[in-house]
């Protein structure tokens, strides 16, 4: 049996460029760290305003303090 299908090129618009990679930016602040975690921003600002977003162990009160990966960022309920 043989293939009616042939390479006839690329059919639409191509996925990549060729200095296109799939690496995305790691996130570095405490929101970028919650939003990449799924939180709304809306859900964010709720548990900043009642003091329970923590960065390894340690009150945070600023969005934007650092984050980098191997931190631990806990939201809690005390």
């Known amino acids: 049996m043989t293939s009616r299908i042939r390479d006839r ?17 790691v996130p ?6 919650l939003t990449a975690a799924g939180l709304s921003e809306s859900r964010i600002e709720q548990h900043m305003s009642a003091g329970r977003v923590r960065v390894d162990g340690e009150h945070v009160s600023d ?10 960022v806990v939201i809690g309920t005390e």
């Not at 570095?28 to 760290?33: E, Q, Y």
């Open 63 to 72: 969005l934007a303090t650092p984050a980098p990966i191997g931190t631990r």
């Open 9 to 25: 090129g690329t059919v639409g618009a191509r996925m990549h460029d060729g200095d296109v990679t799939d690496d995305e930016p």
């Open 28 to 33: 570095t602040t405490v929101r970028d760290r």
